[in-house]
């Protein structure tokens, strides 16, 4: 396949949602030259979603695929089960093979909504992992120091506190480097949470004579709460969310991301997206933006039609106050309940607490009446409509 070498799309890749490359000028040259890089990103099959922060990264692939490079997606089977902590601030659990082979059954399949698979080499890093011995760990192990591990940010701060550091936790940027060497890697991306492991790839690969990789790191995203995306904090929009679901989510987001989305989440042309800015800083209304933003990405991992249907099915229950077309329905008998038993019966709760909680804010809604108060004892009846906050409904029958 002919490599696309065209400089416009050249300073695009290594602008567009990077935060920093290393070494920039290096691999400006290579992208220039017509040889074909393998371009590696590794996901560890942590939940059984991939959301969209890591498609983030996934989209950059996609990039260097569209130039006519070989991109490889190393699904990490083995590094799943150890763990990574570059983004936690506490000691991540070790999983069971079992968890990471149910987590990962469906992640090819949520992959190919961004990649072009067929032409991906997909690798799962067990392959070369489970292989290692202690002589050959020890070997890499000393290529690195103590000091250089524990001087990270997130690692400094747990042993300032006083928190566990596992020396499990030690050995992952190295099964991550190795990954690298592994695949003869020329280029890897990650999120800037990621650096120190990808920094570990150029060592090694210089310890096994290799040419050191260039780095690519994209900013990581927030999520729905503020926070940064995450599986374990439930703030996600995840791939193969529902298309009402995914637009729903998206709408739900706050306006100061709505252009970092559009810059990492979507291919929308970067100038559409800078004429965006300039009518929102003129006054224009931001959720107007919003909307655009939320049909793009539905239209990107779904299609135009179910854009289309899931911004028609938001306006009719958020803007003209309907019930939406289609409510999940639930099967109980006719009879009086307490409300919360009634709310954790339904499972759009998953405790008293939250019902409660969820009642105080005026977040329940029966037959779109608001209820307020917690203690109520009510008769439950078919064709009865139970909303809980803006997006979820439920029908009995």
């Excluded at 983030?56 to 150890?82: C, N």
């Excluded at 659990?93 to 991906?120: F, R, S």
């Excluded at 991550?176 to 695949?183: I, K, L, M, N, R």
């Excluded at 019966?345 to 779109?368: D, F, P, W, Y």
Aim: aromatic share 8%; net charge positive.
């Amino acid at each position: 396949m002919k490599i696309n070498t065209n400089p416009k799309k050249i300073e695009e890749i290594l602008a567009r949602g990077v935060e920093e490359v290393i070494e920039n000028d290096h691999l400006k040259k290579k992208l220039k030259s017509g040889k074909q890089l393998r371009i590696k990103l590794g996901i560890d099959p942590t939940s059984p979603n991939i959301h969209i922060g890591r498609a983030i990264p996934l989209l950059k692939l996609r990039d260097f695929q569209e130039l006519g490079h070989k991109i490889v997606l190393i699904i990490g089977d083995f590094t799943g089960v150890i763990g990574d902590t570059s983004d936690k601030d506490s000691e991540r659990p070790m999983l069971t093979e079992k968890q990471i082979k149910q987590n990962m059954k469906d992640y090819v399949g949520q992959a190919k909504k961004i990649i072009d698979i067929e032409k991906c080499e997909v690798r799962y890093n067990s392959e070369w992992l489970n292989k290692l011995d202690y002589r050959q760990i020890g070997r890499q192990a000393d290529v690195f120091s103590l000091n250089e591990f524990i001087s990270r940010e997130n690692i400094k701060k747990r042993i300032d506190a006083g928190k566990r550091v596992s020396l499990r936790e030690l050995l992952y940027p190295l099964m991550q480097g190795y990954d690298s060497v592994a695949v003869k890697a020329d280029v890897e991306i990650g999120g800037t949470d990621q650096r120190f492991n990808l920094l570990a790839g150029r060592k090694l690969q210089r310890f096994y004579g290799q040419e050191p990789q260039d780095i690519m790191t994209n900013p990581l995203i927030e999520g729905l709460d503020g926070r940064k995306m995450s599986s374990s904090w439930g703030n996600t929009i995840n791939l193969f969310d529902p298309v009402n679901e995914m637009y729903g989510k998206i709408m739900s987001l706050k306006d100061n991301l709505i252009i970092k989305y559009l810059i990492l989440a979507t291919r929308l042309d970067i100038t559409e997206i800078e004429k965006y800015i300039k009518e929102m800083e003129a006054g224009n209304n931001p959720k107007d933006y919003k909307m655009k933003l939320a049909f793009e990405i539905v239209r990107f991992f779904y299609s135009f039609a179910g854009a289309k249907k899931a911004q028609e099915e938001f306006n009719k229950v958020f803007r003209q106050k309907e019930q939406p077309s289609i409510i999940p329905v639930i099967r109980l008998e006719e009879g009086k309940i307490n409300i919360l038993d009634f709310l954790v019966r339904t499972k759009l709760v998953s405790s008293k607490s939250e019902a409660k909680r969820l009642i105080l804010q005026k977040g329940v809604k029966i037959n779109g009446k608001i209820q307020d108060n917690w203690r109520e004892i009510i008769q439950t009846k078919k064709d009865m409509v139970l909303q809980i906050g803006k997006r979820k409904f439920v029908k009995i029958i």
